[in-house]
């Protein structure tokens, strides 16, 4: 059964499945007047729709997935292959679990919005799926992930350079490069290069939606050196936890507009955090060169690679490396012994010229360019890349980005 309203006939066909009238009547009305869209109503629950979509041909799918539980996320499936060529699909449900993040990232669903719905967004959300599909040659931003495998090992003082190396190497279409902390305690990206954070979790915590581009600049600080960093204000004595909706929405966003993006992530596992390592096209684990610390890290490495995506390969970057330990210490030969393939490499001990850095509140590059630490890490987040011809990838958003191994 499908009712249709409008329009006119180069208008783009968006079809909805929702079993639920009053949704089913507040869309109808909101693109009712509408001469860009014409919209077509299947009435029923998604398990019951393939039949009907089958002989539609929807520009954008909407689907309403209800509560998401197993039978919505199976009919998804049987949907998306009844449309045989992809077509972009806007998910609504009642809330957003993670087997259903799972499932939409495996189907490249475009868009997700929490019910109840508001109209605006909807109508915002397809002009932008339109927008995106007709981009689809952009570069997407490559995002590069940095885990600690403890506290205080240099996650932070490597995410900041690697994000200067990568800015400085830019490819000049001034896209440029963006940290994101998802520390949002108390990261100190922000105080490292000694600005203002501006992201205001709170402001959008329950409507991730309105999380736009100008919002996003607004939330944005900037450093002199030109790169752009999310931070949020330090909350130290809150500890809690964020919707994974405001970190999705926020990465989707980031990898929009810029080249690169290098993410500094918490030691505390959130139900966001497989999402995120989902999402990345590289995955960097930061251990320091001892003995419980290499071990941390080889068991994250194959945390990751046994619970989170079997085809993702994260590297270990060992910080505050030395050729030559003390006897007894750890030497490359044990490191390469526990952790081998995922062994990308070490980064110098250079606590003067850290110190500095941070006491200047600039990128290690303004204190001393090519110092060992930016040369160290450049070999790493640049091995292999020499010839390397970018793929191009589809602008489906941070959702659809299938994780990549690390170089
Ligand atoms: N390569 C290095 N050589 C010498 N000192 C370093 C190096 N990298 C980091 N440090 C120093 O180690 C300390 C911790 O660094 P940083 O804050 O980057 O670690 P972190 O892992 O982000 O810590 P946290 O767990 O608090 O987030 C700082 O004092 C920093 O200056
Ligand atoms: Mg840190």
Redesign the pocket.
């Given at each position: 059964m499908t009712e249709t309203s409008a329009n006119t006939e180069t208008a783009y066909r968006l079809v909805l499945i929702s079993p639920d009238a009053d949704l089913a009547n507040t869309v109808t009305n909101a693109f009712q007047a509408s001469k860009a869209f014409e919209l077509q109503v299947i009435a029923k629950p998604a398990a019951e729709a393939e039949d009907v979509l089958r002989s539609l041909e929807p520009r954008i799918l909407i689907i309403d997935l209800g509560s998401g539980g197993p039978d919505d996320l199976e009919a998804l499936g049987a949907c998306a292959d009844a449309l045989g060529a992809p077509v972009p699909t806007i998910v609504i449900a009642e809330r957003c679990e993670s087997a259903l993040v799972r499932r939409m990232m495996q189907l490249r669903i475009s868009d997700f919005i929490v019910k109840p719905i508001a109209v605006a967004d909807l109508i915002r959300t397809c002009v932008q799926v339109l927008g995106s599909a007709g981009e689809a040659e952009k570069v997407e931003a490559e995002i590069r992930t940095f885990l600690?495998a403890a506290?205080?090992?240099?996650?932070?003082?490597?995410v900041l350079e690697a994000a200067s190396l990568l800015n400085n190497k830019g490819l000049g279409d001034g896209k440029g490069t963006c940290v994101v902390d998802l520390?949002f305690q108390h990261g100190?990206c922000a105080d490292y290069l000694d600005i203002d954070p501006q992201f205001d979790v709170d402001e959008i915590e329950n409507n991730p939606e309105r999380l736009d581009r100008q919002l996003l600049e607004v939330m944005l600080s900037t450093h002199d050196s030109g790169l752009n960093v999310i931070a949020a204000p330090h909350q130290p004595s809150e500890l809690r936890s964020f919707k994974p909706e405001v970190v999705i929405r926020l990465l989707d966003l980031v990898s929009s507009y810029f080249e690169n993006v290098v993410i500094d992530m918490p030691?505390i596992w959130f139900p966001w955090t497989e999402t995120v390592l989902r999402g990345s096209d590289k995955l960097y684990v930061?251990a320091d060169m001892t003995v419980p610390c290499i071990r941390n890290a080889e068991r994250l490495v194959r945390a990751i690679e046994r619970q989170v995506a079997p085809e993702a390969k994260p590297g270990v970057i060992v910080?505050?490396f030395e050729q030559k330990m003390f006897d007894g210490g750890l030497k490359r030969a044990d490191l390469d012994g526990v952790l081998k393939d995922s062994f990308l490499g070490g980064?110098?001990?250079?606590?003067p010229l850290?110190?500095e850095a941070?006491d200047r509140g600039v990128p290690l590059q303004s204190v001393k360019p090519n110092s060992n630490?930016s040369t160290d890490l450049a070999d790493i987040l640049f091995a292999g890349q020499a010839d390397e011809v970018r793929e191009k990838k589809s602008l489906l958003g941070f959702l659809s980005k299938k994780p990549k191994r690390a170089a």
């Open positions: 600690p506290g205080g090992v240099g996650t932070t003082t490597l520390n100190s030691r930061v910080n505050r980064v110098s001990n250079n606590y850290v110190r941070v630490i």
